[in-house]
């Protein structure tokens, strides 16, 4: 279960606090107050999210109130007063982003847009323990349900064969056995363009690559380890680095 604090609820995940800061940067570094209609309205995205099934119900999970406090943190630490209730995620997500306003806004932006698609698709919870991107765990859960999508595999796959045997792209292994009908168990396809990029158009095979499961779970957690997108030739060059 997540960790929980004040009334219960569960700390603020990354991309909860990406838009708290949207916000931020929006109001001028000032901070609204909980009858403030855009924290209203930044209360009902955060309790409509796919997160903390059980918390969601609680009139007490990121109301107005809440919201509002966690600006207030945000503005002690973007000026060094008051730390005492400043989280370690209200720190990272400050030091990544204070300096890039309007990526903070291009990623609020995309979480909103997710929104609807991630309400229907993704299955409540109440923790998280999977590799999350920089983008946050919404844009991380929609990306790997749109690699999950059975037509986008089989294209890639089709694809692939008429060049030959199966392959990773990272690690260039192949599976055990040419038994066409257990070839492919092996191999994965993943989306080489974060979703900010992807999203704005259909995907197309050159958008993907075919990976093993190993590799295809390497290359996640590098790309949530390093906190940016990587490629594939970047993912193999830091894995072979750090293999010597």
């Not at 001028?28 to 403030?36: F, G, L, M, Q, Y």
């Not at 390093?226 to 193999?236: G, M, N």
Request: aromatic share 6%; glycine share 4%.
């Amino acid at each position: 279960m997540a960790r929980t604090h004040g009334h219960g609820n569960p700390n603020w995940t990354r991309d909860e606090t990406i838009l708290a800061l949207a916000l931020y940067f929006g109001s001028n570094k000032a901070i609204p107050s909980r009858t403030d209609p855009r924290v209203r309205e930044l209360s009902e995205l955060l309790r409509s999210l796919p997160y903390h099934a059980s918390a969601s119900k609680k009139e007490s999970f990121r109301n107005p109130d809440g919201v509002a406090f966690k600006l207030q943190n945000l503005h002690n630490v973007a000026t060094g007063k008051g730390l005492g209730n400043v989280s370690e995620m209200d720190r990272q997500i400050w030091f990544e982003f204070s300096s890039r306003q309007h990526e903070v806004r291009s990623l609020a932006t995309l979480i909103k847009a997710g929104v609807k698609f991630a309400s229907a698709e993704i299955e409540p919870v109440d923790s998280y323990e999977d590799d999350e991107f920089f983008e946050g765990r919404l844009l991380t859960e929609i990306h790997k349900r749109r690699e999950r999508n059975p037509n986008v595999r089989k294209r890639l796959l089709v694809s692939r064969r008429k060049s030959g045997n199966l392959a990773c792209d990272l690690c260039s292994g192949q599976s055990i056995t040419r038994d066409p009908t257990f070839e492919d168990a092996s191999f994965e396809a993943h989306h080489t363009l974060p979703l900010s990029m992807a999203t704005a158009r259909m995907t197309r095979l050159a958008d993907l690559s075919l990976l093993c499961a190993n590799c295809h779970r390497l290359v996640h957690r590098a790309i949530s380890s390093k906190k940016r997108w990587l490629s594939i030739d970047e993912c193999r060059d830091l894995l072979a680095a750090n293999s010597q």
